[in-house]
């Protein structure tokens, strides 16, 4: 069973940086597309960014794009999620998954963001 | 911009169906959004159910079905069960370099 474990998560001030992993326990982790969904405090799901196999192609939420950089070393198995001048509204859980043709098949367990002075 | 709609709430007693829809404030919904369905449950994190509008994830009970409802994607739960309550959500592929989910629907088994 293919499992994925976030860490990098914790309390940050506003503007600050975080750097999020995921490293997928899985051997031919550069077959899996990857993304970042997010979970903001009572409330729902919201996609944060994809990823292609080898790193060439890279998409965004547009509300985000400009400040997080998603990122994969596939020699460890690991995708990044690069978060520069956090705001208040970025707290929350974030999931990291992959993606086989269309399907989200498996997720990690979270990682929790807070952004407070 | 357009925004994915999802019922926000829904109650299906035990061993009944139940249908959520997925749709758009612009448009319809067709295979081309290649659209999924999400639960999660309390202090989970997702699982996806159904992929690329009628394709059951693995390990996911026949009782889940995908289709897509006139200008809407579905999911049918057919003989409800009580763990089957939680929060359902859409994914939908907005194009070729966007996802989108839609705001979740509440289900509640009584």
């Known amino acids: 069973q293919v499992q994925l474990v976030e860490s990098g998560g914790g309390v940050v001030q506003p503007g600050g940086s975080l750097r999020l992993s995921c490293v997928v326990s899985e051997s031919t982790f550069s077959r899996y597309e990857m993304h970042w969904v997010r979970q903001l405090p009572g409330k729902g799901l919201e996609w944060v960014a994809f990823?292609?196999?080898?790193?060439?192609?890279?998409y965004y939420s547009g509300s985000l794009k400009g400040r997080f950089t998603i990122s994969r070393d596939n020699s460890k198995s690991t995708v990044f999620l690069q978060m520069n001048g956090l705001r208040s509204e970025d707290t929350g859980i974030y999931y990291c998954?992959?993606?086989?043709?269309?399907?989200?098949?498996?997720w990690g367990q979270g990682t929790l963001v807070t952004v407070s002075s | 911009q357009t925004v994915v709609t999802q019922e926000p709430s829904f109650s299906v007693s035990p061993g009944g169906t139940v249908t959520l829809t997925c749709g758009l404030t612009?448009?319809?919904?067709?295979?081309?959004?290649?659209p999924t369905w999400l639960q999660q449950t309390p202090g989970q994190p997702p699982r996806t159910l159904i992929y690329n509008t009628n394709i059951r994830s693995s390990g996911v009970p026949d009782r889940f079905s995908g289709s897509i409802l006139g200008n809407k994607a579905a999911l049918t739960i057919t003989g409800a069960q009580a763990d089957d309550e939680g929060d359902y959500y859409c994914l939908l592929s907005m194009n070729p370099d966007t996802r989108m989910f839609g705001g979740g629907t509440r289900l509640t088994v009584l």
């Open positions: 612009s448009g319809s919904v067709s295979t081309t959004y290649y």
């Open positions: 990823i292609g196999f080898d790193g060439s192609n890279k």
């Open positions: 998954a992959t993606d086989v043709t269309w399907n989200f098949d498996h």
